[in-house]
Nanobody, 128 residues
């Protein structure tokens, strides 16, 4: 079992940066791929980024590539999402998720159904 808690959301202006954290507990987290998703009311959850358990493979949605960076600190059982050059369209509830999958390619973890555990989410609001 893995428990995930996100933090770091807030209200910022366009062009600003935020760093989200996904803190995990549970002995299997270090062996799990972790992804970030976002969702706005009335829309489906959207993939943002994923990182494999080793950290060697990373995959981004095209909408955030070059602006967002995902990384993990295994010693702290935490995965981060650094978000730069934020845009109003980045406004959403951001959630992290952990997957028990065995693939070593982060692109294998781009769908909601690839994940087994989810956090509650943190709100990110970007004003224009």
């Amino acid at each position: 079992q893995v428990q995930l808690v996100e933090s770091g959301g807030g209200l910022v202006q366009a062009g600003d940066s935020l760093r989200l954290s996904c803190a995990a507990s549970g002995r299997t987290f270090s062996n799990s791929a972790v992804g970030w998703f976002r969702q706005v009311p009335g829309k489906e959850r959207e993939f943002v980024a994923a990182i494999t358990w080793s950290g060697r493979s990373i995959y981004y949605a095209s909408s955030v590539k070059g602006r967002f960076t995902i990384n993990r600190d295994s010693a702290k059982n935490t995965v981060y999402l650094q978000m730069n050059s934020l845009k109003p369209e980045d406004t959403a509830v951001y959630s992290c998720a952990a997957a028990r999958g065995l693939s070593s390619s982060a692109s294998s973890y781009a769908r909601v159904r690839d994940y087994d555990y989810w956090g509650q989410g943190t709100q990110v609001t970007v004003s224009s």
